[in-house]
């Protein structure tokens, strides 16, 4: 299977909170998990993304936590800034082969 | 600029019509990639493309034609549009294939009546 399931649909967290986004996926070939984000009116941009060999990934105040044997893997935020309001994809792939995104998850934070 | 131009950026037309939604990049990246962004569905795969003169079918092809003649161009034609292809559509390059960064130009919203 090549889907990947993305959780919440959108998700409100106040200023200075920790919101997590959760993404679970089926095909166990799968090798690169990449998180884009969008703003309203643009295209998505990469963010951040991880490897299966590693079980997290820092890059300033977001996080990927990644549980192989659960086939899962998380984007965490931490401090949120109301500018970090946007929708945000999970991906998915195996090699070379194309991504599979998730539905999105619509972020909003509260000042 | 360098970088990924989609056009138009808005675009209303009647069911039946011919559409080409335009997609250029200027960093002669190898792949590109048509996606559609609907509600509830996030991003779907429409058409992709390895290299000029290749190009392959996504999640949902079907009503659309695509065609890369030149590496930096990649068009997207829907022959006779229909209501339901009414959407967002992005156009996206790599620099090989999906374990790069994709980078997507702003999208073209396509209503169709």
């Known amino acids: 299977q090549q889907q990947v399931k993305q959780s919440p649909q959108s998700l409100i967290v106040q200023k200075g909170g920790i919101p997590i986004i959760n993404c679970a996926y089926e095909n166990t070939a799968f090798d690169y998990f990449p998180w884009y984000q969008q703003f309203p009116g643009k295209g998505p941009a990469l963010l951040i993304a991880i490897r299966p060999d590693v079980s997290e990934k820092k890059e300033g105040r977001f996080t990927i936590s990644f549980n192989k044997s659960a086939k899962q893997f998380s984007l965490h935020i931490m401090d949120s800034q109301p500018g970090d309001s946007a929708t945000y994809f999970c991906a998915a792939s195996k090699g070379a082969q194309k991504l599979v995104f998730g539905q999105g998850t619509r972020l909003t934070i509260n000042p | 600029d360098a970088g990924i131009t989609q056009s138009p950026r808005y675009k209303i037309t009647e069911t039946g019509r011919q559409v080409t939604l335009m997609c250029h990049q200027t960093w002669s990246h190898s792949y590109m990639f048509w996606y559609r962004q609907d509600l509830g569905h996030g991003l779907r795969l429409i058409y992709y493309?390895?290299?000029?003169?290749?190009?392959d079918k996504g999640e949902v092809p079907d009503g659309y034609v695509v065609s890369r003649s030149k590496t930096e161009n990649f068009p997207l034609t829907l022959e006779s549009a229909t209501r339901s292809q009414t959407s967002v559509y992005f156009c996206a390059s790599s620099l090989t294939g999906g374990n790069q960064p994709q980078h997507f130009g702003d999208g073209t919203r396509l209503s169709i009546l």
């Open positions: 493309s390895a290299a000029a003169d290749i190009t």
